[in-house]
Each structure stands twice: as C-alpha cells, then as structure tokens.
C-alpha cells in the first residue's frame, strides 16, 4: 500500500477512535457509579479487553515479541491502566460535558510531550492548527452546555490526570505500534493492565458498590455497559495503534477534538439538544485544525530539508 493510502487508513483509523471515544462519557456516566464502581468498571474493562483480543489473537499469525519491546508494553498497559482508572473515577466528581471540555486540551499537551520526549519541532502551522481545533471544541462545550455544578475540583483534576497518561500512552506506544498489529500488541497491554486494575477493584466488588454484576438492573444500564466494553474498549484500542502506525501523536490527538461535537450530535438525535450555528462552525474549525497540523512538516522533513540545503 502507498504511503498515501496508509495515511487514509490512519486518518479513518483516528477519526473511528475519537467518534466512539465521543459516545463514550455518556454511556461510562450512564452506569458510573451508580451501577457499578470505577474501579471495578475499569477492571472489567481491561479483563473484557484482553479475553476478546486474545481470543482474536487465535485466528491470526502469532508474532513473537521482542524482550527490549515488551518492556515498552509493560509501561504502556501501566498508563493505560492509570488513563481508565482516572477516567473512571472523574464520573463520581463530574459529568461528561467537562470529561469531553478538557480531552480537547489533549492535542496541546502531546504536542509539547512530543517536542520535549520526541524533539519534534512546534512550528506555528502545527501551533496554530492545535489552537484552531481546541476553539472549534469550545464552541461546542460553551455554546450547547450549560454549567454544571458537579464540576468539582477533584473531579476536574482527575480529568487532567486522565488526558495526562493518554498523551504519555501515546508517545510511549507509537514505536511499537508500528513493529506489531495491533491485536499482539492489545493482547499483552490489556493482559499487563488487568493485573494492575484486578487488585485494585477487589475491595470493591460488593453488591451495594457494582450491583449490575449482582442481580437485573435497569437494561439500559446493561446496553451502556455493553457499548462501553465492545466499543470504547475492543474496537477503539484495536484502530488506535492503527492510527499511530502512520500518524503522528499530535495528529491522532487532533481527533480528540471531535469529542465534544459527536457528543452534542448524540444528544440532538435523542432529543437532549438542539442543532445550532455553532456546531457546524466548530466542525469545521476541528477539522482545519488537524488539516494544518497534519501538513505540518515532522522532525524527519526537517533533517532531510536542513540536509539539502547544506548541499
């Protein structure tokens, strides 16, 4: 396949990611924690995660991994577990408007995490672009939502603390994404991660803390969980490593900006909001954000321009 044509797939890749991980802080609210508890919500999510892919694992080549690399794996499963436990946990302080408002300041923080960890260079087309696409997320979240007063600092924090780790997750695994599929590298990051989250929601698993596990609950409860574990956790964690196959992480985290726009399209269709002017003005904002960031020139155009230019 052509460089252009991987970088096609990358972009449907990055926008299929970010369009779950919209639906996804409605559905996570919906049963956290009034069904079940963070902790445990987040352990189910990792042990569902690894049973699907290594039972996918079965039906493809089996790929030996390199021991240099599954050290990176290991970190990688250890922040992945540290994003969806804080992610988790928000919900018990805050909603998703703002779990949606701060993933939109996701795309400047890899960015600085990329030019510190991976010197890759800020120029003002990929600053400008970064800024571009985090205005057209606030005008979704400041024109549609109104505030909330479940927006505490904690759960603001653990928001930043979520954003935080998903930014180090995705420096740390671009490398490897690119050496493995992503069903052998799913397979052991969500093995890994379960073994951090399983110790930690044990205290927790009781019927008064996670009832959905115990008995029948409400069955919406049952179909918000569901999509959480299909989607948000199998189907988005197979197409990101995709993503960052060919990509760059401040382009992949461009998409994050899509969160709040599939956000407010989820509750126009189900009657929870209103089509405005402001949501098709911030659709296109996102999206010539992530046009200028991606035509942004990467660390190698520039060694390879400075390069010529010296001969």
């Known amino acids: 396949m052509s460089t252009e044509g991987k970088n096609w797939r990358g972009h449907l890749a990055a926008l299929g990611v ?11 609210k919906a049963v956290v ?36 690399d ?40 890899v ?5 510190l960890f991976l010197k890759e260079p800020i120029s003002w087309r990929k600053s400008i672009g970064v800024l571009v696409g985090i205005s057209g997320a606030l005008f979704i979240v400041l024109f549609s939502w109104a505030i909330d007063a479940n927006a505490t600092p904690i759960g603001l924090t653990l928001c930043f603390v979520n954003i935080l780790f998903y930014a180090s997750y995705l420096l740390i695994t671009r490398s490897i994404s690119a050496k493995y599929s992503p069903i052998t590298l799913m397979k052991w990051m969500f093995l890994f991660g379960s073994a ?40 988005a964690y197979f197409l990101l490593p995709i993503a960052l196959r060919v990509l760059r992480p401040t382009t992949v985290s461009m998409y994050s900006n899509l969160q709040p726009v599939v956000t407010a399209c989820v509750a126009i269709v189900f009657g929870q909001d209103i089509f405005t002017w402001n949501k098709p003005v911030a659709l ?28």
Request: aromatic share 14%.
């Open 18 to 28: 970010y369009i779950i991980f919209g639906i996804n802080p409605n559905c996570s």
């Open 33 to 68: 924690p009034e069904y079940i508890s963070p902790e445990v919500f987040t352990a189910l999510r990792m042990l569902f995660g690894a049973a699907a892919f290594w039972i996918l694992s079965l039906f493809t080549k089996e790929e030996k991994v390199e021991r240099g």
């Open 70 to 109: 599954m050290k990176w794996m290991v970190w990688g499963a250890v922040i992945l577990a540290g994003t969806l436990l804080a992610f988790g946990r928000a919900f018990c302080y805050t909603s998703p408007c703002y779990v949606s408002l701060i993933s939109a300041t996701s795309p400047l923080l």
């Open 111 to 115: 960015m600085l995490m990329a030019a």
């Open 196 to 235: 951090v989250c399983v110790p930690i929601a044990i205290p927790f698993l009781s019927p008064e803390s996670s009832p959905i596990l115990f008995g029948p609950v409400d069955g919406t409860a049952y179909l918000n969980l569901f999509t959480v574990l299909i989607f948000a956790t199998v189907v």
């Open 284 to 311: 296109v904002l996102i999206l010539f954000g992530v046009y200028l960031v991606t035509t942004s020139r990467s660390l190698e155009d520039v060694k390879s321009r400075f390069q010529k230019k010296r001969k």
